[in-house]
């Protein structure tokens, strides 16, 4: 049985990266928290970082 990918909203990963970016929370406990991969979450504060 494969593992499908989880789709999530453009929304939901921009207020992800400004958790960790703006509110200071860390990935580890978003991860934890949400139960979203770190590899995803990371790409999402890059993303937000360069815009």
């Known amino acids: 049985m494969t593992k ?7 929304a939901f990963k921009l207020e992800v990266a400004r958790m960790v970016v703006d509110q200071g929370l860390s990935v580890a406990q978003i991860v934890k928290d949400m139960n979203i991969g770190r ?13």
């Not at 499908?4 to 453009?10: A, F, G, L």
């Not at 590899?39 to 815009?51: D, S």
């Open 39 to 51: 590899t995803a979450i990371n790409r999402w504060i890059q993303q937000y970082r360069v815009e």
């Open 4 to 10: 499908q990918r989880q789709h999530y909203e453009t």
